[in-house]
Every structure is written in structure tokens, then in C-alpha cells.
Nanobody, 122 residues
Framework: QVQLVESGGGLVQAGGSLRLSCAAS????????MGWFQQAPGKEREFVAA????????DYADSVKGRFTISRDNAKNTVYLQMNSLKPEDTAVYYC???????????????WGQGTQVTVSS
């Protein structure tokens, strides 16, 4: 079992930055690949970024490439999402999730956090 708690969301102006954190507890966190997903009002939950257990395989949705960076600190059981050059269309609830493998596929993620709201004003 892995428990995940996101933090760091908030209200920011377009062009600004936020860093989301996802603190994990439970066994074997460092063996899991981690992902970030976003869900905007009225839309499906979508892949944002993923990273393998060894910090390899960083992968990003096309919409965030060059602006967002995923990283992890296994010593702190934490994964991060640095979001720069934010746009109003980035407004969503952001979820972190854990998977046995690094993947963009939502259904492969076994554990989910409760989400943190990011709102980008124009």
C-alpha cells in the first residue's frame, strides 16, 4: 500500500510558476514509478508527466513539454512537478499516482492522491 498526499497548488497569474509536491508513505515507494495527471472541469483525467523509480524515463504530455519538469527524491519519499510559464488552460486539479511501471496510461496506476487545485488566471 502507498498513500499519496499532494500539496503546492494555488492561484497564480499566467506566466507564473508553481511547484507541486506529492508525499508518499507506505512500503516500497522507491520501487514505484510516479505520474502526475490533471483533470479540468467537465473533462477526463489526463496524463501530464511520469518518472521511473530511478528518475529515468521522464515523459511529458505535449502540452507541457518544455514548461513542466517532474522529479523525485526517494530519500524524502516525494515526487515534484515544477510548473513554469503557466497558462490558463493548465487550470485543473492535479493528481499524483503510483504505478509498478513508468507509463502514460492512467489505468496502470494503482494508487492516487486526493488532488490539489491549480488555477491560472489570465
Amino acid at each position: 500500500q502507498v498513500q499519496l498526499v499532494e500539496s503546492g497548488g494555488g492561484l497564480v497569474q499566467a506566466g507564473g510558476s508553481l511547484r507541486l509536491s506529492c508525499a508518499a508513505s507506505g512500503r516500497n515507494f522507491r520501487t514505484y514509478s510516479m505520474g502526475w495527471f490533471q483533470q479540468a472541469p467537465g473533462k477526463e483525467r489526463e496524463f501530464v508527466a511520469a518518472i521511473s523509480w530511478s528518475s529515468g524515463y521522464p515523459d511529458y504530455a505535449d502540452s507541457v513539454k518544455g514548461r513542466f519538469t517532474i522529479s523525485r527524491d526517494n530519500a524524502k519519499n516525494t515526487v515534484y512537478l515544477q510548473m513554469n510559464s503557466l497558462k490558463p488552460e493548465d487550470t485543473a486539479v492535479y493528481y499524483c499516482a503510483a504505478s509498478p511501471i513508468a507509463t502514460v496510461t492512467l489505468v496502470r496506476y494503482n494508487y492516487w492522491g486526493q488532488g490539489t487545485q491549480v488555477t491560472v488566471s489570465s
